[in-house]
């Protein structure tokens, strides 16, 4: 698989305002600009994969918007990282998810 350009039109795409940082792993570029853009904001760069963050199911599981959110982090997940556009595919697999989860009805 190739290398992914991260440009001013895609940085967004990699980006969770929550993290504070952007972290840029062994398949990305990062573009001039989109530094700038990101040092300008206070935005640190990391090297490296972003660490992974525990959800707490008893705090999700009933809470709607919550659950809402997990499904639709869960969906572009699959869309930009899998190029898994089928809509049955995700379903099933966001089905899943929620119930490893403990989340499933």
């Known amino acids: 698989m ?3 350009l991260i440009t001013r039109k895609n940085y967004t795409q990699y980006f969770q305002e929550q993290d504070k940082a952007f972290y ?3 398949t ?3 573009s ?4 700038d853009i990101l040092r300008d904001n206070g935005i640190v760069i990391r090297y490296g994969e972003r660490p ?3 959800i707490s199911v ?17 969906t572009k997940v699959l869309e930009r990282d899998f190029q898994i556009t089928d ?14 989860m403990g989340m499933s009805n």
């Open 24 to 26: 840029v792993n062994k």
């Open 58 to 74: 008893s705090a999700c599981k009933n809470n709607k918007e919550d659950l809402s959110e997990i499904i639709t982090t869960i």
């Open 28 to 30: 990305m570029i990062l």
């Open 87 to 100: 809509q049955d595919k995700i379903c099933m697999v966001t089905k899943e998810l929620l119930k490893q």
């Open 32 to 35: 001039p600009s989109v530094k």
């Open 52 to 54: 992974n963050k525990e």
């Open 2 to 4: 190739g290398k992914i």
